[in-house]
């Protein structure tokens, strides 16, 4: 299932009564998609997995908070955005780059670099916008105010941070001829 998608109204009245068979349904259901919305976002999977476990027991703590029937996915990816940027900020006053542990410090990129090395490589808020935009097809808006951050605030990003991508997927060899070319046009 998808973090779009919305369970039936039966079932979120069974979450509202924390029926632990429903939760673990539920679970089921959106596990998949928020582990991939998270390891996107996190970079690594250890983060993801802490930011989808603790998302998803802030939103069966909180099921009390969700109105309607409608909007519960959403609901649940904004939780596990939250959660995701939560740990960045965590992790962020705590290491250094020495104090990451090996596999963030030397990712040993070669000419061949793909796009989920690029995506780790980007700064927390660039991957996180370029990925909820580009991948989940959420709008600026709807970007915008899961940071507290204004419209141009989030195209203003997506544009960097798109151009960060290309930068770190250009191989060694395009480089060069790029940079050729600038000087001489």
Not at 32 to 44: E, P, S
Not at 84 to 105: A, I
Request: aromatic share 8%; net charge positive.
């Amino acid at each position: 299932m998808r973090l779009n998608q919305n369970p039936d109204p039966l079932t979120l009245k069974r979450l509202r009564k924390r029926c632990r068979r429903t939760q673990a349904q539920v679970y089921a259901q959106y596990a998949d998609a928020a582990w991939t919305l998270a390891r996107r976002l996190a970079g690594c999977e250890e983060m993801a997995r802490d930011a989808v476990q603790d998302a998803f027991v802030r939103a069966f703590e909180r099921i009390g908070d969700f109105v309607g029937p409608n909007g519960f996915g959403a609901w649940l990816r904004r939780i596990l955005v939250n959660r995701v940027m939560d740990l960045h900020r965590q992790r962020s006053r705590v290491t250094d780059l020495e104090g990451l542990p090996e596999r963030w410090q030397d990712h040993g990129f070669g000419p061949a670099l793909d796009l989920d090395a690029a995506l780790a490589r980007l700064d927390a808020l660039d991957r996180q916008v370029i990925w909820l935009y580009d991948v989940e097809g959420l709008s600026h808006a709807e970007i915008a105010a899961l940071n507290g951050q204004t419209l141009s605030w989030s195209k203003s990003r997506l544009s960097r941070a798109r151009a960060r991508m290309r930068a770190l997927l250009q191989t060694d060899d395009e480089r060069p001829a790029r940079q050729a070319r600038s000087h001489h046009g």
